[in-house]
């Protein structure tokens, strides 16, 4: 696999995709269309194999419309694997969707969801000099920061 590939799918792990969704519940975000973005494009990579731009709620192919120059495919060839690609997409994926449905659930009702902070949600450090650190080690950028 090629590392654009794995990229989306590492990204969104199940872990970290808790972690979006309880950043979105801590800084008031609304957790349902966070969900919704994240089902949009991480299954139109995973299930469909498209870029989420590509994608849609069904997508729809038709026996008769073939590129020029091929004819029309049997349609007992046909229909039984269009049935089995739908099957393989749409199952999965709504089984994604609702594991991702029960884990905003969990959170929404989750108590000290409000509460929660990490890293990325911590104001940040006083200390400039410490936080950036990448300004010190060249001298274009410690000029253009002074």
Same mark, same amino acid.
Do not use: C, D, F, Q
């Given at each position: 696999m090629s590392a654009d590939i794995e990229t989306p799918l590492k +990204? +969104? &792990?199940p872990e970290h995709i808790? /972690?979006?969704l309880r950043r979105a519940r801590a /800084? %008031?975000?609304n957790t349902g269309r966070v #969900? &919704?973005?994240i089902f949009a494009f991480y299954a139109s990579h995973a299930f469909e194999g498209?870029?989420?731009l590509q994608s849609g709620v069904f997508r729809r192919k038709r026996r008769r419309q073939r590129r020029p120059g091929f004819g029309r495919e049997n349609p007992f060839v046909f229909y039984p694997r269009r049935l089995k690609e739908i099957l393989r997409t749409y199952v999965p994926g709504l089984w994604f969707l609702l594991k991702l449905e029960m884990l905003r659930l969990r959170i929404r009702r989750d108590p000290g969801a409000k509460a929660y902070t990490d890293i990325a949600l911590s104001p940040s450090a006083h200390d400039s000099d410490r936080c950036f650190e990448l300004y010190e080690r060249r001298? %274009? #950028?410690r000029s253009t920061a002074a």
């Open positions: +990204y +969104y &792990s808790e /972690t979006l /800084t %008031g975000l #969900a &919704s973005m498209v870029h989420p001298t %274009g #950028a």
